[in-house]
């Protein structure tokens, strides 16, 4: 079954129009994808993208679902008994998905095949959130226990437990030379030598949960994204705070970094997408995209194609300049 392209959603009458710029990124509606139970829907917790950009991979409260992100058509969906997905990642070679559950585990599948390869016990809570480190040997769980877990992908084999936060661990990013962890709790930003799984710095500022976590491909900035209404850019190596941005009404769900590193992308419960201007802190277009709050967020690696999950819906965009 295909799935029919959507219009252009860069609304004409959208309730809080985004700023007359020149040369603003923004985006166009391509495609809708439905995610999760087909009549009632589900909330789209976690997507990535295959490092060739051809395949999304999204996870919800009834499983994995794979899907050819080109034409938009499914490909296979990945079930587990009692499994509701809270988190997925993908690993360099494109071979393998991970995926952090409701159920404490951490399941790793077969993206060719769709088999569960074998599962991770150890979390005494749910698993929030997941990473694969860039040359695919460690995996990073991050769970509502408050530890992190520092995994051998290749063997399932545990290699460290920190016990990061005094709650829950809602994000972690690992920077792209592999070398740092980054992780966030209620209010509090931690970043951690990933090899010695050694404490490095504690970042200090939101003033409630930080849902969201990237880092810039050159491996300087942190994007951090919290409940109180506000993103934060970082200086990474130094942990100096650069700038705070305002702008989403309510919790900051998501955030995702082009691979340039120009351009930020934000999402939250008020149900805009926005993108901003990196460099400058400039919000460029504020996009009213879906009709409930939003998720989960990911780019292509050649910055062209952005997606979005909310409650039940995928949302693929072209993303240009204009």
């Not at 480190?133 to 990073?140: N, S």
């Not at 970082?234 to 705070?241: I, M, P, R, V």
Request: some cysteine.
């Amino acid at each position: 079954m295909k799935y029919e392209a959507a219009k252009d959603a860069s609304l004409s009458n959208p309730p809080n129009p985004s700023p007359p710029h020149k040369n603003l990124i923004t985006a166009t509606l391509v495609n809708t994808l439905p995610g999760g139970d087909l009549y009632y829907g589900s909330d789209i917790y976690g997507l990535d993208i295959t490092p060739d950009g051809k395949t999304l991979v999204s996870g919800n409260e009834d499983g994995i679902e794979i899907w050819d992100l080109q034409t938009g058509e499914p490909k296979f969906t990945l079930t587990k008994d009692g499994d509701s997905v809270l988190s997925v990642a993908i690993s360099p070679d494109s071979k393998t998905i991970v995926s952090g559950g409701k159920d404490k585990t951490i399941n790793i599948w077969n993206l060719q095949t769709g088999k569960l390869k074998s599962t991770l016990v150890g979390h005494d809570d749910e698993v929030r959130s997941v990473a694969i480190t860039p040359d695919g040997k460690t995996l990073v769980s991050g769970s509502a226990d408050d530890t992190i877990k520092i995994w051998n992908l290749q063997t399932g084999k545990l290699k460290l437990t920190l016990p990061a936060h005094s709650q829950i661990v809602r994000s972690l990013a690992v920077s792209p030379d592999g070398k740092t962890l980054v992780t966030g709790g209620v209010d509090i930003i931690k970043i951690w030598n990933l090899q010695t799984g050694k404490l490095k710095a504690t970042l200090t500022g939101h003033s409630n949960t930080i849902f969201s976590l990237a880092i810039s491909s050159d491996n300087k900035t942190l994007i951090s994204g919290s409940c109180d209404r506000t993103i934060k850019i970082w200086n990474l190596q130094t942990g100096e705070l650069k700038s705070t941005l305002s702008g989403h009404q309510d919790c900051t769900w998501s955030v995702a970094i082009s691979p340039n590193g120009k351009t930020l992308f934000s999402i939250g419960d008020d149900s805009y997408i926005k993108i901003w201007n990196l460099q400058t802190g400039e919000l460029q277009s504020n996009l009213y995209t879906h009709p409930s709050r939003v998720f989960s967020l990911a780019i292509t690696p050649d910055g062209n194609t952005l997606v979005s999950g909310d409650y039940g819906t995928i949302k693929i965009w072209r993303l240009f300049s204009q």
